[in-house]
């Protein structure tokens, strides 16, 4: 047991690839937590995934052991915050468990759009701030002016800044001191009713679900019960201990500390991110921590299989991976074109993207996903709302009364010189101007309000293609608003394909559509007829395309002789086949689904 003036919580927030990572693997290492070799094994990032998207997604703590210049040990916490926007309530929690932050700048970028995002969080969380101006081994590194951003954008001293590198160790004392004397201590009840605050949990086989907590007032004991203040979930708390980097089981968390407890829950979602763990007793008498909020997906699109006759185990993938992720939101779902499959909600573009990649390497299912959408809110003219998520289902014109679609506050950091480009880009996306700010006499930060179903389609790949990758981007939910919304359809041969239906805006509608079955007639393979592709409002076709009939047997080219390259010919068909869905009478692949997607923007600077 530590006594709280001997225990500093903190973590460490940055712009993605600005070195939080390697920082956090240099402060373990250089307090014995870690060894070198081990930390080849990589610690702190654990899922492959991540390592290879080389994000980090789960947040988790570690603690150190640390003797400071004053000759006393301390008690270090490093909780590690996910670095992705659409993880923002994640990182705002993992922020709640601390009193301070490193905010990890790199000396050759400088100031980015998650750095702000990441400080305003950490400002809202009340935690001391201790800026770490990181890599400045490097040949082009410019901490002087780093530093001279610090005071103009984040508004703390230059003097405060610690010039680091992470890579080789430079700046590492510098930086614990900092946390052992800038840092405030917790400041808990240790006699008061156990109160601790849930800031990630997740799904293990032999434990059950592990929640890591804070503990905010009073003493967590194993094999003590104990309830969940917002699901009203209870349970016998299994283990209790800390990460040394692994499972340490101590038997009790004391005021201020932070560790895991393991609850023999079955599903993480008896046990979410921002709850508060207290005692039965203590039900009615203490308060629950602030800030709890159920996860809101944002972006859905339907998930099918390849081969009907996996649906059993789709739906048995996305049941073990909602264990893991209270996040994660799926509901059964009948497509005319598709078939039986899920309609499915996400954080964001990048959590959707996750579960796609998880369900096919994890689980070895091919996946078919229709083009992600927001959800609406529908008026009808009865006065009825109603929520839509898929397209498909939108109601008849006439049945509207108006529709109200999610608008994002969006910023972006770019050199000045790409600010044509960029206000280009976010005026055809219906992007409302909110503000311009020079950073410095090079950079700006701009401010735009525009609708989310703009931004999920390909934005952030333009904006990067645009500013050569210079731009950084964030953004935050701001309401909804009402749009002029419409439906549009898309015939193949005939036939309505609800899964390649989408809203658009009335402006837009006629050159989306016309980009639609131009882009279609690409992607949909010749057949033995003829097949007419047609984009329609209501029972008005705005644009068609024509996929001619195939002519040649695809083995004519092999004149009949050489087997193996028939052979090879054959086989690479089949897999082209792998996402292909029957429509009807006509093969429709994987690639018309997302065609949306890439359909561009209708103006001419590219
Ligand atoms: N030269 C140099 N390179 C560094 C330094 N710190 C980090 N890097 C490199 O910068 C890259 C990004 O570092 P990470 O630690 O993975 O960055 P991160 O902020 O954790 O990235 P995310 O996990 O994606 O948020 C890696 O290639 C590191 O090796 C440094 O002090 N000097």
């Given at each position: 047991?530590?006594?709280?003036?001997?225990?500093?919580?903190?973590?460490?927030?940055?712009?993605?690839?600005?070195?939080?990572?390697?920082?956090?693997?240099?402060?373990?290492?250089?307090?014995?937590?870690?060894?070198?070799?081990?930390?080849?094994?990589?610690?702190?990032?654990q899922m492959e995934l991540e390592r290879e998207k080389g994000i980090t997604i789960k947040a988790q703590a570690v603690r150190m052991k640390y003797t400071a210049q004053d000759g006393q040990e301390y008690e270090l916490n490093l909780i590690d915050?996910?670095?992705?926007?659409?993880?923002?309530?994640?990182?705002?929690?993992?922020?709640?468990?601390?009193?301070?932050?490193?905010?990890?700048?790199?000396?050759?970028?400088?100031?980015?759009?998650?750095?702000?995002?990441?400080?305003?969080?950490?400002?809202?969380?009340?935690?001391?701030?201790?800026?770490?101006?990181?890599?400045?081994?490097?040949?082009?590194?410019?901490?002087?002016?780093?530093?001279?951003?610090?005071?103009?954008?984040?508004?703390?001293?230059?003097?405060?800044?610690?010039?680091?590198?992470?890579?080789?160790?430079?700046?590492?004392?510098?930086?614990?001191?900092?946390?052992?004397?800038?840092?405030?201590?917790?400041?808990?009840?240790?006699?008061?009713?156990?109160?601790?605050?849930?800031?990630?949990?997740?799904?293990?086989?032999?434990?059950?679900?592990?929640?890591?907590?804070?503990?905010?007032?009073?003493?967590?004991?194993?094999?003590?019960?104990?309830?969940?203040?917002?699901?009203?979930?209870?349970?016998?708390?299994?283990?209790?201990?800390?990460?040394?980097?692994?499972?340490?089981?101590?038997?009790?968390?004391?005021?201020?500390?932070?560790?895991?407890?393991?609850?023999?829950?079955?599903?993480?979602?008896?046990?979410?991110?921002?709850?508060?763990?207290t005692v039965p007793g203590a039900l009615g008498k203490a308060q629950p921590l602030p800030g709890y909020q159920p996860a809101k997906s944002m972006v859905f699109a339907g998930l099918y299989p390849v081969a009907s006759e996996d649906y059993p185990?789709?739906?048995?993938?996305?049941?073990?991976?909602?264990?893991?992720?209270?996040?994660?939101?799926?509901?059964?779902?009948?497509?005319?074109?598709?078939g039986f499959g899920f309609r499915c909600g996400f954080l964001g573009l990048l959590h959707m993207e996750i579960i796609q990649e998880r369900l096919e390497r994890e689980y070895n299912l091919d996946i078919l996903a229709t083009a992600p959408s927001?959800?609406?809110?529908?008026?009808?003219?009865?006065?009825?709302?109603?929520?839509?998520?898929?397209?498909?289902?939108?109601?008849?014109?006439?049945?509207?009364?108006?529709?109200?679609?999610?608008?994002?506050?969006?910023?972006?950091?770019?050199?000045?010189?790409?600010?044509?480009?960029?206000?280009?880009?976010?005026?055809?996306?219906?992007?409302?101007?909110?503000?311009?700010?020079?950073?410095?006499?090079?950079?700006?930060?701009?401010?735009?309000?525009?609708?989310?179903?703009?931004?999920?389609?390909?934005?952030?790949?333009?904006?990067?293609?645009?500013?050569?990758?210079?731009?950084?981007?964030?953004?935050?939910?701001?309401?909804?608003?009402?749009?002029?919304?419409?439906?549009?359809?898309?015939?193949?041969?005939?036939?309505?394909?609800?899964?390649?239906?989408?809203?658009?805006?009335?402006?837009?509608?006629?050159?989306?559509?016309?980009?639609?079955?131009?882009?279609?007639?690409?992607?949909?393979?010749?057949?033995?007829?003829?097949?007419?592709?047609?984009?329609?409002?209501?029972?008005?076709?705005?644009?068609?395309?024509?996929?001619?009939?195939?002519?040649?047997?695809?083995?004519?080219?092999?004149?009949?002789?050489?087997?193996?390259?028939?052979?090879?010919?054959?086989?690479?068909?089949?897999?082209?086949?792998?996402?292909?869905?029957?429509?009807?009478?006509?093969?429709?692949?994987?690639?018309?689904?997302?065609?949306?997607?890439?359909?561009?923007?209708?103006?001419?600077?590219?």
């Amino acid at each position: 047991m530590t006594d709280q003036a001997h225990i500093r919580n903190f973590c460490i927030i940055a712009h993605i690839d600005h070195g939080k990572s390697t920082l956090a693997d240099r402060l373990l290492e250089f307090t014995g937590t870690v060894s070198k070799r081990e930390l080849l094994e990589q610690t702190l990032d654990q899922m492959e995934l991540e390592r290879e998207k080389g994000i980090t997604i789960k947040a988790q703590a570690v603690r150190m052991k640390y003797t400071a210049q004053d000759g006393q040990e301390y008690e270090l916490n490093l909780i590690d915050t996910p670095g992705h926007v659409d993880f923002a309530y994640e990182v705002s929690r993992s922020l709640a468990a601390c009193e301070g932050a490193l905010l990890v700048i790199d000396a050759t970028q400088g100031v980015e759009a998650q750095t702000l995002a990441n400080l305003y969080l950490a400002l809202e969380a009340d935690l001391t701030i201790i800026p770490v101006i990181n890599k400045i081994d490097l040949p082009s590194a410019d901490p002087e002016k780093v530093k001279q951003e610090v005071e103009d954008v984040i508004g703390l001293p230059k003097e405060e800044c610690i010039l680091a590198s992470a890579k080789e160790g430079i700046g590492t004392v510098d930086i614990l001191e900092a946390v052992v004397k800038q840092i405030p201590p917790p400041a808990g009840d240790p006699a008061g009713p156990l109160r601790a605050l849930v800031f990630d949990s997740h799904y293990d086989a032999y434990k059950g679900v592990i929640a890591y907590v804070r503990v905010v007032d009073g003493v967590l004991h194993a094999e003590e019960k104990v309830v969940m203040m917002a699901t009203g979930s209870a349970t016998e708390v299994l283990e209790a201990g800390f990460f040394h980097p692994r499972l340490v089981s101590s038997g009790e968390l004391t005021t201020g500390e932070v560790g895991y407890i393991a609850t023999g829950f079955k599903n993480v979602k008896d046990c979410r991110v921002g709850d508060t763990v207290t005692v039965p007793g203590a039900l009615g008498k203490a308060q629950p921590l602030p800030g709890y909020q159920p996860a809101k997906s944002m972006v859905f699109a339907g998930l099918y299989p390849v081969a009907s006759e996996d649906y059993p185990e789709l739906r048995d993938a996305l049941e073990r991976l909602k264990l893991n992720d209270a996040a994660l939101y799926y509901e059964p779902e009948t497509s005319q074109a598709l078939g039986f499959g899920f309609r499915c909600g996400f954080l964001g573009l990048l959590h959707m993207e996750i579960i796609q990649e998880r369900l096919e390497r994890e689980y070895n299912l091919d996946i078919l996903a229709t083009a992600p959408s927001v959800a609406y809110l529908v008026t009808k003219t009865d006065g009825e709302v109603i929520e839509v998520d898929n397209p498909s289902e939108m109601p008849s014109a006439g049945e509207v009364e108006k529709i109200e679609e999610p608008f994002m506050d969006i910023s972006i950091f770019t050199p000045s010189r790409y600010i044509g480009t960029i206000m280009d880009l976010v005026t055809t996306r219906r992007g409302i101007y909110v503000d311009l700010k020079y950073i410095e006499s090079e950079r700006v930060l701009l401010t735009y309000k525009m609708p989310l179903a703009e931004l999920i389609v390909d934005f952030y790949d333009q904006l990067k293609s645009r500013t050569q990758g210079y731009a950084s981007l964030d953004y935050n939910f701001a309401g909804y608003e009402a749009s002029d919304l419409i439906k549009l359809d898309i015939l193949v041969n005939g036939v309505a394909v609800d899964a390649l239906s989408l809203i658009v805006h009335r402006d837009k509608a006629y050159y989306q559509g016309r980009a639609l079955v131009e882009k279609l007639r690409g992607l949909i393979p010749r057949q033995l007829f003829e097949v007419p592709i047609q984009a329609a409002i209501g029972s008005r076709v705005i644009a068609r395309e024509t996929v001619k009939a195939m002519r040649k047997d695809v083995l004519a080219k092999c004149y009949g002789g050489d087997i193996t390259r028939k052979r090879k010919l054959l086989e690479k068909q089949k897999e082209g086949k792998k996402r292909m869905k029957m429509v009807g009478s006509v093969e429709i692949p994987q690639e018309a689904f997302m065609a949306v997607l890439s359909l561009g923007d209708g103006s001419s600077s590219k």
